[in-house]
């Protein structure tokens, strides 16, 4: 990306990960232990450290102290990989799937207006029969990993976590790289772009079966299709903007 402010002309348009590098870069603990999951579970988080700076140790250290090796959290490209380092990668995929679960709890608990609480997963599970209740369906659970879990409060963070996640934040929001490619995604992209009568966007559109658009309510309004994707883009850089005030 350092070599794109070259070009005479340039356009990105925003998909699920540049708004979860967004949100992470302007605060989002949510957003920042999910991108950071998704580099465990296909073996790049080691490359962003090393890309980006990031430092990961205590997060290794809090992963290699509760965590044991759990074939579940297996990386899904294990290439290059030595048996020692899987094992790390496993713990570490783990601890951060288990703050990003705890996080998402409190944020849906937090927000009920986004009618999320079908992803509330922590609050569906029976701790004590390791099975979980998912649309009237009871599933049992493999590879859990619930060290840090009070049954009685599941989505309560421990003093380590909440100190890895600072760690963790602190350490991605003051990396000068990060900063400027975040600055520069920021700048040059948006949810979609009109040009010559065509209408670009990254991924899809929601709509029903019928291929009419679904709407998304907040408060007393709903968007859709087009409309949907400027309110989404609106509230990124109001966000942004109000950080900065």
């Known amino acids: 990306m350092d070599r794109l402010v070259t070009f005479p002309s340039l356009d990105i348009q925003w998909g699920n990960h540049d708004l979860l590098w967004l949100g992470a870069y302007y ?11 998704i580099a465990a579970r296909y073996n790049y988080l080691f490359e962003l450290e090393k890309e980006y700076g990031l430092n990961l140790r205590l997060l290794a250290s809090f992963a290699q102290k509760i965590y044991y090796k759990n074939s579940i959290f297996t990386p899904q490209n ?7 380092e899987q094992e ?4 570490i995929h783990q601890a951060v799937t288990m703050i990003q679960f705890k996080l998402e709890s409190q944020l849906i608990q937090r927000r009920p207006e986004f009618h999320l609480s079908s992803r509330d997963l922590l609050a569906k599970i029976d701790y004590q029969q390791k099975k979980i209740k998912l649309k009237g369906n009871i599933y049992m659970l493999e590879g859990i990993c619930f060290q840090t879990i009070d049954p009685l409060k599941p989505n309560e963070l421990t ?12 350490s991605f929001q003051y990396s000068l790289r990060i900063k400027k490619h975040m600055e520069f995604l920021l700048a040059n992209g948006s949810m979609y772009l009109t040009n010559c009568q065509y209408e670009s966007f990254h991924g899809c559109v929601p709509v029903d079966e019928n291929g009419e658009f679904l709407s998304f309510s907040l408060g007393d309004k709903s968007y859709s299709g087009k409309e949907l994707m400027a309110f989404f883009e609106k509230q990124l850089r109001t966000s942004v903007k109000d950080l900065f005030l």
């Open 78 to 84: 294990k290439e290059g990989l030595t048996s020692k």
């Open 27 to 37: 605060g989002s603990k949510v957003c920042l232990l999910t991108l950071l999951r």
């Open 159 to 170: 003093v380590e976590e909440e100190q890895v996640i600072d760690s963790l934040m602190y």
């Open 88 to 91: 790390e990668m496993e713990k």
